[in-house]
Structure formats: C-alpha cells, structure tokens
C-alpha cells in the first residue's frame, strides 16, 4: 500500500504545480494608460462620426431650402393686371374727334381754333364754333368713360393686392417671396397708370375747353367787324343739338 500512496503523493504534487503554472498565465495585467488611450481613441471615432451625421443633416436642410427657394407661387396676377390695362387704354383711344396724336392735334388747332380773317363766312365762323363746342363736349364725356373703367378696376386691384399680400406672407423661399414682391410692384404701377389715364384724359377736357373759350372772343371780334363793315349781314341758323 505504501508504494500506491508514494505515487498518489507524486501526482497530486504535479496537478498543483500544474495548476499553479496555468492559474499565473491567466492572470489579466491592467495598464491604465494604454486604457485611457483606447477610451480617447473611441471618443475621438465616436465625435467624427456625429460630425459626419451632422453634416449630413446640414446637407440635407440645405437640399431643402435650396428646394423651397426655387418653388415658384402657385398662382399670377399678371394676366388680370394685363386685362385692366388693356381696358383703360381702350378707353383712351376711344376718344372723340380731337385724339392723342399730335399731328390731328396741330391740324384741328390751325383750322378750329386758328384766326379768324374778316373775310371767312358768317356760315363758316358757327360751323367752327359748333365743331369746339362738340369736341369739348366729347373730351368730358371721355374723360367720365375713363374714370369710370377705372373706378371698376378698383374691385379687381383690391383682390389682386388682398392675394399677393397673402401669397407674400406665406411664401416659403426666396423666390416666392420675390414673385409676391414684384406682382405687388406690377399692381403699383398699374395703378399709377389708371390715375394717369384719369389725369391725362380730365386734362384733356379742360385744354380743349380752355382752347375754345380762348378762340370765341376771336371769331366774336371777327362777326363783330364784318357787321360793322356794313353791307347785309344774315345770321345763319345754328344746330347745337342733334
């Protein structure tokens, strides 16, 4: 027996320095500053990566804007604004007898509101004055038309700026908002050219107006010396109205 125990004594002898041995190799050495470096080192990976992600967002919005910027309004005053010019200069050119055209101008000046001689007929004279009076008549009633027609574009301004105003507000990106602008600014003018009309078209009433009251006293003096010329003197029949 003693022989069996020498040798169990011999073996577990072994397995202990054996186990000694593998337990020293499993032993995890711990070194703080090869530690600290992989923690910067993850961190440093870990920042670039959200500055990556928050490139890519910036990126993105910036697609985004790019995008709303070049969106266009939905809708156009433009062919309203066209159509309301388009009336009032219609208007203008409806005007009776003595147009917008300096040379009808210059003409009926030389032949209805010229001189006088002493030597034209009586006929003649009330044939003359009879034309101002009817040209100046015209001229008011023109310039009523044009008021008129701009007084109803009034309704159409007032909804055109109410919708550009809006559309302005809430515009969206840069073009939107500089297509609301420059509409705002076509209404604008518009308008300062339906009050031209009305100016240019009241103007013109009063200088043909003022042009006739300005050749009566003329054509007066004239009948006035022919009478006292002496010989028969027939007044002619004169027709106002028709």
Known sequence: MKPHRHWLAVAASVLVIAAAQAGEAQVVVFDPKSYVQSVLSAARELQQINNQIVSLQNQAQSLINQARNLASLPSSALGMLQSDLTRTQQLLSEAQHITYNSGQ?????????????????????????????????????????????????????????????????????ALQASQSGNQLLALIAKEIADLTAVVTAQSRADALSAADKATAPADAQVRFSQFMAGGTYTPPTVSMYH
């Open 105 to 173: 101008i210059n003409q009926a000046f030389a032949t209805q509101y010229g001189q006088a001689s002493l030597t034209m007929p009586q006929v003649q004279l009330v044939a003359r004055a009879q034309q101002r009076w009817q040209t100046s008549l015209g001229a008011f009633q023109d310039a009523l038309n044009v008021q008129a027609g701009v007084v109803s574009n009034l309704a159409n301004a007032r909804t055109q700026m109410s919708t550009l105003v809006t559309a302005s507000q809430g515009s969206t990106g």
